[in-house]
Structure formats: structure tokens, C-alpha cells
């Protein structure tokens, strides 16, 4: 039978993963916006182009809507199971 310190040691690192998990979806969708962007810019410059940057955005916009979509739904399975 777990002592009452392990249980409550258990808790609180398990709220801890779980402010750690929101914490990574708050910043998945600025970062790949801005990742999208920078990789677009570069291209622009090395092709002489000046619409890559927007697509890249664009692209930097669902790959981080995809994500912050599994992580939530990855979330929501892991509360599910307690």
C-alpha cells in the first residue's frame, strides 16, 4: 500500500506533466508559424522570389494547427484513462 507522501509525490508530478503538455501546445502554433515563415524568407531570397514566405506560413499554420490538434487529443485520451 503506497505511503500517503508517495501518493501525494505521484499527484503532484502528474499535474506537473500535465501543465508541461499545455505548455507545449500554447507554443507549437506561434513556433511553427514562425519556423514556416523563416524557411519561406530564405527561399525568397535565394531564388528571387516573393511568394514563398506567404506559403510558407501557410504551411508553418497547419502543420502547427495538426499538431496542437493531436496533441489535444492526446491530452484528452490521457484524462480519460484515470
Given at each position: 500500500m503506497p505511503t500517503p507522501e508517495k501518493s501525494q509525490?505521484?499527484?503532484?508530478?502528474?499535474?506537473?506533466v500535465q501543465a508541461e503538455s499545455m505548455i507545449q501546445i500554447a507554443l507549437v502554433?506561434?513556433?511553427?508559424?514562425?519556423?514556416g515563415w523563416a524557411?519561406?524568407?530564405?527561399?525568397?531570397?535565394?531564388l528571387h522570389q516573393s511568394w514563398i514566405g506567404i506559403a510558407g506560413l501557410a504551411?508553418?499554420?497547419?502543420?502547427?494547427?495538426?499538431?496542437?490538434?493531436?496533441?489535444?487529443n492526446h491530452a484528452n485520451r490521457?484524462?480519460?484513462?484515470k
Amino acid at each position: 500500500m503506497p505511503t500517503p507522501e508517495k501518493s501525494q509525490h505521484k499527484i503532484a508530478l502528474r499535474e506537473f506533466v500535465q501543465a508541461e503538455s499545455m505548455i507545449q501546445i500554447a507554443l507549437v502554433l506561434p513556433l511553427s508559424c514562425i519556423i514556416g515563415w523563416a524557411i519561406g524568407d530564405y527561399l525568397d531570397h535565394k531564388l528571387h522570389q516573393s511568394w514563398i514566405g506567404i506559403a510558407g506560413l501557410a504551411v508553418g499554420i497547419a502543420a502547427g494547427f495538426v499538431q496542437v490538434i493531436r496533441m489535444a487529443n492526446h491530452a484528452n485520451r490521457s484524462d480519460g484513462n484515470k
